[in-house]
């Protein structure tokens, strides 16, 4: 029986690929920020957050009697997405990240840091647009999920100072963490 013994230059050709590979992804992984791959849950009030950094998201469940709601702040795409079980509907909007707090905002409130410096924001109104949303998919399987079963809208914020010709009984209030009020109003069937 004759051993196959692999020559020196074959080895070489071997091990070097792998010490390059052990190199690059050691190093890559000691600067990625490990809070970031790890998601981070808490609640503030009535509302159970989970942050997915990675992700760039914050799913919101608010537990509140008077104004059940569960939310996503899809921060990689700007979108929020707002399912009003009052309404059984689903709202997307596009986010003004200008005005939404940051995910660095969302985790220090979490992290038991004081809130008191973050002074809440002025509300902002959302107008429901009558349009269904056909294809929840394409938003993500996240999203999908939430909105399962019940009809999606698309709606649109207004500007500041800007006068809604909609009837106020037709409006659903929303409180995002101890940042924001929103007002998502519409005539859509299902809200």
Known sequence: MELNIPKRDNMIGLILPSILVTFFLASSLAMMNTSDSHPLDGSVGTQTI????????????????????????????RLLVVKLFSKMA???AQMDQAVFPSLDDIRKVLGKQASSHYPPTSGLSY??????VKNLAQYGMPIKNLCRAVPAYFAQQQKAGTALAIDPNSCSEIQLLTFMGLSICGESPGL
Do not use: Q
Request: proline share 3%; glycine share 6%.
């Open 90 to 92: 689903c709202v997307l």
């Open 50 to 77: 989970h942050i997915n950094a990675f992700r760039g998201t914050v799913s919101i469940r608010d537990n509140n009697v008077l104004s059940e709601w569960d939310g996503i702040l899809d921060y990689k795409n």
């Open 127 to 132: 107008t429901v647009l009558p349009t269904r």
